[in-house]
Structure formats: structure tokens, C-alpha cells
């Protein structure tokens, strides 16, 4: 597909006589910014999406890292882990 120059806007003004040509003319032109404006709503839309997906992204990352977080809190490498269950049940067993 070959890319087309817009076609600038008549600098004359279009006669109002009602001719088929004149209400031809005039019912493109209306198409035409409907279509510009439907453009620019659609880019809206566009960025709005793009950032959602973003969002999501940075969302599931977020999740990622807080559940690799509680996996370490349920099943610490090493004995640290152990040492502070030891430590909770010493203190839950001593008199209050």
C-alpha cells in the first residue's frame, strides 16, 4: 500500500448553493473530523491500555516477590529459621 500526503483542506470556501458536488464535499468534510476525532479517542484509549498493561506488570512482580518472601519465612535455608521457632516456643512455655 502506497503512503498518501493528507489532503490539505480547500482553501477556497465551498459554495452553499446546495449542489450534489457542494453537499458531497461538505458530508466528507463532517466524515473526515468525525474520523480525526475517533483517532484521537482511540489514542486515549491507547495510552490508558498501555499503562494498564504496565501496571499489571509491575503488579505481578510485586506478587512474585512477596510470595518468594513468604516462602523464605515458611522454609529458611540454614538454621536461623529454626533458632527463631526455638525462641517462640521458649518464650510461649515460660510462665507469665
Known amino acids: 500500500m502506497i503512503?498518501?500526503?493528507p489532503i490539505p483542506p480547500s482553501v477556497a470556501p465551498?459554495?452553499?448553493d446546495g449542489s450534489a458536488?457542494?453537499?458531497a464535499v461538505s458530508e466528507?468534510?463532517?466524515?473526515v473530523e468525525s474520523l480525526k476525532q475517533a483517532l484521537a479517542q482511540m489514542e486515549d484509549v491507547l495510552e490508558l491500555v498501555e499503562h494498564a498493561e504496565r501496571q499489571k506488570l509491575a503488579d505481578e512482580h510485586e506478587i512474585d516477590s512477596l510470595r518468594r518472601l513468604m516462602r523464605q519465612l515458611h522454609h529458611p535455608r540454614g538454621g536461623r529459621g529454626e533458632r527463631r521457632e526455638h525462641?517462640?516456643?521458649?518464650?510461649?512455655s515460660e510462665p507469665a
Do not use: F, G, L, P
Open 3 to 5: 503512503a498518501r500526503e
Open 87 to 92: 525462641d517462640v516456643r521458649s518464650d510461649s
Open 14 to 16: 465551498v459554495r452553499t
Open 21 to 23: 458536488v457542494s453537499q
Open 28 to 31: 466528507v468534510t463532517e466524515i
